[in-house]
T-cell receptor, first 117, second 116 residues
Framework: AQKVTQAQTEISVVEKEDVTLDCVYETRDTTYYLFWYKQPPSGELVFLIR??????QNEISGRYSWNFQKSTSSFNFTITASQVVDSAVYFC??????????????FGKGTKLSVKP | ETGVTQSPTHLIKTRGQQVTLRCSSQSGHNTVSWYQQALGQGPQFIFQYYREEENGRGNFPPRFSGLQFPNYSSELNVNALELDDSALYLCASSSPLGTSSYNEQFFGPGTRLTVL
């Protein structure tokens, strides 16, 4: 069965600190996609990144970076020099690439990040 | 903003009633998925519609049903509401199979349903 675990329920940091959000996944598929979404208090899920299982290159986008390691089934997300606007709940998600439920996302329980000024 | 819209924003119902939630997908997207997000939890997949047909279903009872229309907008219907149905209901649209952004789902703002 597919599963996503985000062990950190809540994290609180002071502005400008770096913070890493952990994500561990389980799947028997050899082809799959991993995602990170941000959910601000307004409730809308904001897409941050998608990686496929064949691409283990780390990615950097501004202050955001992602570390994908198949050997440990992890897809961690780091925010550098955090800002108050980064405060939100962050979800890691997994989807299979093929099958009857193409695009079905399996979410972790989320990590609530609070960035204090 | 993603271009995915949902209505209504908030809804209050009583146990046993029926409810219909609506979703308009982003332009060019022919697949719509529905998720239920209970308080403090991650979203859980309810079902997906592709070209007006149900294309996958999560672990939800038959009283959760849906429709997709020719313009790819969608409805989620829930019959015989229970207290545990109180949640944020999210709709997501995605691109057709074969496009470069396949599997990337864009979410609407959600409908918050309260069942009393």
């Amino acid at each position: 069965a597919q599963k996503v675990t985000q062990a950190q329920t809540e994290i609180s940091v002071v502005e400008k600190e770096d913070v890493t959000l952990d994500c561990v996944y389980e799947t028997r598929d050899t082809t799959y996609y991993l995602f990170w979404y941000k959910q601000p208090p307004s409730g809308e899920l904001v897409f941050l990144i998608r990686r496929n299982s064949f691409d283990e290159q780390n990615e950097i986008s501004g202050r955001y970076s992602w570390n994908f390691q198949k050997s440990t089934s992890s897809f961690n997300f780091t925010i550098t020099a955090s800002q108050v606007v980064d405060s939100a709940v962050y979800f890691c998600a997994l989807s299979e690439a093929f099958g009857g439920s193409q695009g079905n996302l399996i979410f972790g329980k989320g990590t609530k990040l609070s960035v204090k000024p | 903003e993603t271009g995915v819209t949902q209505s209504p924003t908030h809804l209050i119902k009583t146990r046993g009633q029926q409810v219909t939630l609506r979703c308009s997908s982003q332009s060019g997207h022919n697949t719509v998925s529905w998720y239920q997000q209970a308080l403090g939890q991650g979203p859980q997949f309810i079902f997906q519609y592709y070209r007006e047909e149900e294309n996958g279903r999560g672990n939800f009872p038959p009283r959760f049903s849906g429709l997709q229309f020719p313009n790819y907008s969608s409805e989620l219907n829930v019959n015989a509401l229970e207290l545990d149905d109180s949640a944020l209901y999210l709709c997501a649209s995605s691109s057709p199979l074969g496009t470069s952004s396949y599997n990337e789902q864009f979410f609407g703002p959600g409908t918050r349903l309260t069942v009393l």
